[in-house]
């Protein structure tokens, strides 16, 4: 989908290509808001919840807005910021008078595509998902008809939100024009994509192009659930981080034994920015995560039959986070469109 609304950044990265001796120009398409890069799927809004740059304006003001939490202290930009993917950079974001969170946050890049939300999947649309951080005690612990209560005193909402909703302030409004600014989110310009999409074959470095063939072998077997465009199957999978885990994972959801312990596999797209890893950020760094996988993890009953010892060189494990790194998107965390202004 492409919109009329003409929001473009810079296009042109000087990058050194370590396979050569010469500098190599990359060209970074030049993309409207909304318009979805090469080898990245159409993105489908919701009947009731079209795209209109009123409620990108709108969502976008509501992002960024302290009033969501009850003490007036954090926003969504708190705990996923732009310069990190929209994610965080600690375990546990703080919320508010000073609460630490049971999750490590997601990165909010391409969210348009998932199928559903949080780290069991127990939200089924972006749009109701927006209301676990809002009512969730140790996040916002807020009421959104509160919320919406107090944006009715304010016209520059009053305002915004007749203008792209024809109505008031209202949790309707509110959880509508959120998702709809983070559909707007779409991250696949990487050096990965500029390789493989945009035929730059300059994009990406040997290491890197190693890491990937590595990446997608059956030795590694990243691919089997890393797939697709956002590198994420959305699957729910045990990857044998403990033995014993404290968080139940889906069972949370579901109550089936069976479930313990799965998480959701998350989407590998700007990766090298999003640390720490794993629903607890347990694992500090790439290097860490990649020593995770070549032990083949630890032993539990729900472990996926994917994972064994790899015994991965010291060079294929430099490959492999090269290849990582490749998956960074430096257009989409320095998009000013997304700054808060």
Not at 38 to 50: K, L
Request: aromatic content about 10%; proline content about 4%.
């Amino acid at each position: 989908m492409k919109s009329t609304f003409k929001l473009t950044f810079l296009v042109f990265i000087i990058i050194l290509d370590a396979c050569t001796s010469d500098d190599s120009l990359v060209i970074v398409p030049k993309l409207d808001l909304m318009e979805v890069p090469r080898g990245m799927p159409s993105i489908i809004f919701p009947p009731d919840n079209a795209f209109s740059v009123d409620r990108w304006k709108l969502g976008k003001k509501l992002f960024y807005d302290t009033r969501l939490s009850k003490d007036k202290t954090i926003s969504c930009a708190s705990c996923h910021k732009q310069d990190l993917a929209f994610s965080d950079d600690v375990p546990f974001s703080t919320g508010v008078d000073g609460q630490i969170g049971t999750r490590n946050s997601p990165s909010l890049a391409n969210v348009a595509y998932h199928p559903y939300f949080t780290r069991e999947g127990g939200v089924p649309t972006l749009e109701m998902q927006v209301l676990v951080p809002i009512q969730e005690h140790k996040e916002f612990n807020n009421n959104i008809v509160l919320i919406a209560d107090e944006l009715k005193n304010d016209s520059t909402y009053v305002r915004l939100s007749m203008s792209a909703y024809n109505q008031e302030p209202n949790s309707f409004v509110i959880t509508r024009a959120l998702a709809n600014f983070e559909r707007s989110l779409i991250s696949g310009l990487s050096l990965y994509d500029l390789y493989h999409y945009y035929n730059q074959e300059k994009a990406m470095t040997t290491s890197a192009l190693k890491g990937m063939e590595l990446f997608m072998s059956s030795k590694t077997q990243c691919s089997s659930c890393h797939s697709g465009s956002n590198f994420t199957n959305y699957s729910f999978k045990n990857n044998g981080l403990y033995t014993e885990y404290m968080d139940i994972g889906r069972a949370r959801l579901t109550g089936d034994t069976a479930d313990i312990a799965l998480f959701k596999v998350p989407s590998l797209r700007n990766v090298s920015l999003t640390s720490p890893y794993m629903h607890d950020g347990s694992l500090t760094s790439i290097d860490d995560v990649i020593d995770h996988y070549d032990k083949g993890g630890y032993s539990h009953r729900h472990k996926s039959k994917l994972l064994k010892k790899l015994n991965l060189s010291i060079a294929e494990k430099q490959d492999l986070k090269s290849f990582l790194e490749s998956l960074t998107d430096n257009t989409f965390i320095d998009n000013p469109d997304f700054n808060y202004k």
